[in-house]
């Protein structure tokens, strides 16, 4: 939590540029959605999901979440 904010949970993951966001989301992701895949890119991560969008437009970051 951070001391300075009260009665809210921060996150402790990097906030992604809204540029970034708008992009996936212009893609048909959802903004929660965008916001991962955004994020994935800047920190070139690979992304463990089961929804079918994300593994659809991130071929190279997402993972199945049912592969073997």
């Not at 903004?31 to 994300?54: I, K, N, P, V």
């Amino acid at each position: 939590r951070d001391k300075l904010v009260t009665g809210v949970q921060t996150c402790a993951l990097p906030i992604s540029s809204l540029d970034d966001v708008a992009r996936w989301a212009s893609r048909g992701l959802s903004a929660y959605d965008a916001g991962y895949a955004a994020l994935a890119e800047e920190t070139d991560s690979r992304l463990l999901t089961h929804d079918a969008d994300l593994l659809a437009l991130l071929p190279d970051r997402a993972i199945s979440a049912f592969s073997r």
